[in-house]
């Protein structure tokens, strides 16, 4: 139970801000580590202390509106050029300069540019090939996911500590509702203009932001002016703000959606204000005729839903050549599962379901999945499994272009999974060997040691142990 004598609060009390610093310190240490209720409760009374500064602060009217109405103020946060960026900020001889990551070897694809090298036309998923054609002063860069998480962990953290409520997209990106939070830290755009400054004081990136009464309406905004933009659409200015944007900005308007829509004349998001519910519905269906007429007016009911993090996580390499040795495809896939199962025991997490995608020559893509008895962050699990799909997929010696694999419907392990989490027949599969592995491979290099797999790899062919969805 909160006690509130306990943060030197009572109820009807009038004091200033600095004499709340200690209780608003409190609220952000509630919001860090989620505890949501605890967080509104001290928020409401350091509200009632302290309700006509606040007001001051964000304008009477406005502060009623979002209190007594209901209104919710979401913020979508979006780290410019992310992994790039990074690289600059760690190379300072390189900040100006175009950065691809990824994109080196003759099958090599873009995963992300800084805004130097888009200038020349290179964007992600582009074959390295033409990045280097159309940008051959380039500096291509192998990706470094260590350094890339451990930024976005400090970015996460700033955003936590105004809001419990992060609902995490990417390792770069995320919503915060930040409704309760205004009665701590002022207006939305206060909020959102702090956030920008800490995170490139304390971590050294520039983010963008948009503020809106809802995620899409947020999402938009944050990309209107990046890099390093901050847009705010105030509640019942959607309709304006929405109306020259074109049909790319709407969520689910693919090319032959837009394509269609076109054909009727209707070019930008705006133009859709002219048809009725019932007039969509003809045209694109009823399914898809709702969701663009609520989404072209700026309505998206969907809460922020706090610590649903990354969805999934995912190795992938394109070959030189086409790969045809079974063996050496399956090394190749023990790699990649070692670093799944890293990435997964860094963030605290398992995975419940594994992935494979496969390319052939001719670019025939497959994707496969499978569900496991039991979640897991283990390297030989993950790849046993990912084995097994592959067997199931291609025949021996099948040419192939790109192999990938990942885990998904990823979820925090409770007591009964961390007792459970590794297998009585795996000797490997400890919990103390898979970080003493992480821990030599962090000092030494990803090559300096790797699982002794082949020598059971029998064992597992004959023993998946799991159903496939």
């Known amino acids: 139970m909160l006690n509130l004598h306990e943060h030197g609060l009572r109820l009807g009390a009038s004091v200033n801000v600095d004499e709340t610093t200690r209780q608003e310190q409190q609220a952000q240490a509630y919001a860090q580590k989620g505890q949501i209720l605890q967080f509104r409760i001290l928020q409401g009374c350091i509200q009632t202390c302290k309700s006509e500064t606040v007001k001051s602060t964000v304008g009477a009217n406005k502060y009623d509106s979002i209190m007594e109405h209901g209104a919710k103020v979401i913020i979508h946060a979006d780290l410019d050029a992310f992994y790039a960026s990074v690289e600059q900020r760690d190379h300072p ?3 100006g300069k175009p950065i691809i990551i990824g994109g080196e070897g003759k099958r090599g694809v873009v995963s992300t540019a800084s805004y130097e090298a888009r200038a020349f036309g290179v964007h992600s998923a582009q074959p390295g090939a ?6 051959p002063q380039g500096i291509f860069v192998q990706p470094r996911m260590r350094a890339y998480v451990a930024a976005s962990k400090s970015v996460f953290a700033i955003f936590k500590s105004y809001t419990p409520l992060v609902e995490g997209l990417s390792l770069d990106e995320a919503f915060l509702d930040v409704t309760q939070s205004i009665r701590l830290f002022g207006s939305p755009r206060l909020i959102a203009e702090d956030i920008r400054r800490r995170v490139q004081e304390e971590v050294g990136l520039k983010i963008s932001v948009g503020i809106a009464s809802s995620k899409y309406m947020a999402k938009v905004a944050s990309d209107l002016e990046k ?3 901050l847009v705010e659409v105030t509640k019942g200015d959607e309709l304006r703000f929405l109306a020259p944007l074109p049909l790319s900005n709407l969520w689910g308007a693919g090319p032959k959606t837009q394509a269609k829509l076109k054909t009727l004349g209707i070019e930008l998001i705006g133009d859709l204000h002219r048809l009725s519910l019932a007039d969509l519905k003809k045209i694109l269906g009823p399914k898809s005729g709702s969701h663009f007429f609520h989404l ?9 839903i706090a610590h649903r993090g990354v969805k999934s996580i995912s190795r992938e390499t394109t070959f030189g050549d086409d790969l045809r040795c079974d063996e050496t495809l399956r090394r190749i896939m023990l790699q ?3 670093d799944v199962g890293r990435q997964l025991r860094q963030q605290e997490l398992l995975g419940a379901t ?23 962050s283990s390297d030989l699990v993950i790849h046993r499994n990912a084995c097994q799909l592959i067997k199931n997929l291609r025949q021996k010696n099948d040419p192939v272009r790109l192999i990938g694999v990942g885990v998904g419907s990823l979820q925090e392990p409770d007591q ?8 009585k027949d795996e000797p490997c599969n400890s919990e103390r060997i898979l970080n003493t592995l992480d821990e030599i491979r962090r000092k030494f290099g990803k090559q300096a040691i790797a699982h002794g797999i082949f020598r059971r790899e029998a064992r597992y062919e004959a ?3 799991e159903d496939e969805e």
């Open 130 to 135: 033409i990045a280097k054609r159309l940008c």
């Open 416 to 423: 009964q999974q961390q007792l459970s989490l590794f297998e």
């Open 93 to 95: 001889e390189w900040r």
């Open 296 to 304: 072209s007016r700026g309505v998206d009911p969907r809460d922020v």
């Open 463 to 465: 023993n998946p142990g």
């Open 227 to 229: 890099p390093d933009g």
């Open 336 to 338: 990649l599962a070692e």
């Open 354 to 376: 594994v992935k494979i995608k496969l390319r052939e020559p001719d670019f025939t893509t497959h994707v496969r999945q499978m569900t496991l008895a039991k979640p897991t």
